[in-house]
């Protein structure tokens, strides 16, 4: 059994929703951290492309976007669930609306000119320079849109009330009575915002919100040691992928397994990865890819907001 190794950087949201993820499945892991902007060498070689944050890696298998990897650590350790028995729709629809409907506004409003300003004081010059533009890249091509900031400063406060509504008038302690990945999946965007001054105030208002939130954060981020990103590129290029699995195979249309395919998010950071289709089912896609460095991997995506297209 390989160990979980998770490439991240310590200021991304969606990093922040993956420790929490391995935090309330109490499990260990090996922490990588990689650039926060472009090249990222070491773990281009093991996804062949695909640049957003967090990648967890198992051995020599690659699991691509946070909505996958909380399936994957579903897989690892059953209990506590993240998608509790008759809430798996309830728990999926939740999350993915956090995750991209609410992000979308706290990237708005984090990306605000005096929240920005605070954040880059830090930098030299030229990396926020590189970092706002390498921002600026991740949402060119893809079907997502930047919310303008007076549109986010407008909804912001409705969502905030429907989510103090939620958990008042809740069953139990977090949104769907018992804690489930909505709720990791709804506290990245608030945890985003409060790591800045300037934004802090539109999250830490409201009590019932406050509460939630530190339980939330009280999953913690499990037990985990440093590793490289070249020992982790090693650590693929020595093993070989697990088996693929069992589970039943759902037609792609327009492709067929073993055909050369690209997979690229469609809502931002779409650059594609080229590869053999080796699996599809309701969930997943798996491809396979040879890098000099990493060896044989297979890079595994989820099935919702990516494209599969024949490659050439």
């Known amino acids: 059994m390989h160990e979980l190794i998770l490439h991240h950087y310590p200021q991304s949201p969606f990093a922040e929703k993956a420790r929490l993820l391995l935090g309330f499945k109490q499990l260990s892991w090996r922490s990588v951290l990689i650039p926060p902007i472009m090249p990222k060498p070491d ?3 093991l996804t062949g492309g695909y640049r957003k944050t967090p990648v967890l890696q198992v051995g020599a298998d690659i699991y691509c976007d946070t909505a996958l990897i909380a399936r994957r650590l579903e897989a690892e350790k059953h209990t506590p669930a993240l998608f509790p028995e008759g809430q798996e729709l309830a728990v999926s629809a939740m999350a993915a609306w956090a995750d ?3 992000f979308l506004h706290a990237v708005a409003l984090a ?3 005096e929240a920005i300003a605070l954040r880059m004081a830090s930098m030299p010059p ?11 890249g991740l949402f060119s091509g893809g079907s997502a849109q930047r919310v303008p900031l007076e549109q986010a400063k407008q909804h912001w406060p409705t969502f905030m009330q429907r989510l103090s509504q939620q958990l008042a008038r809740g069953a139990g302690d ?6 489930s990945l909505a709720d990791i999946a709804m506290a990245h965007p608030v945890w985003f915002l409060m790591q800045n001054p300037v934004t802090a105030p539109l999250v830490s208002g409201d009590e019932t919100i406050n509460a939630w939130y530190q339980r939330v954060m009280a999953f913690g981020h499990g037990a985990f040691e440093s590793l490289k990103g070249d020992e982790a590129v090693a650590i693929a290029a020595q093993a070989s992928p697990q088996a693929l699995p069992d589970t039943p195979l759902w ?5 067929t397994l073993g055909q050369t395919v690209h997979v690229a998010a469609s809502d931002y950071g779409v650059d594609a990865v080229c590869g053999e289709l080796l699996h599809a089912d309701s969930e997943s896609l798996i491809i396979r890819r040879t890098d000099e460095r990493a060896g044989t991997v297979h890079v595994h995506f989820p099935r919702i907001n990516f494209v599969v297209t024949p490659a050439g």
């Open 174 to 179: 977090y949104l769907l009575g018992e804690p």
């Open 100 to 102: 991209s409907m609410l």
């Open 111 to 113: 990306f605000q000119p």
């Open 251 to 255: 037609e792609l249309p327009g492709v």
């Open 126 to 136: 030229e990396m926020a320079q590189a970092f706002i533009k390498d921002r600026q």
């Open 43 to 45: 773990l281009t070689a």
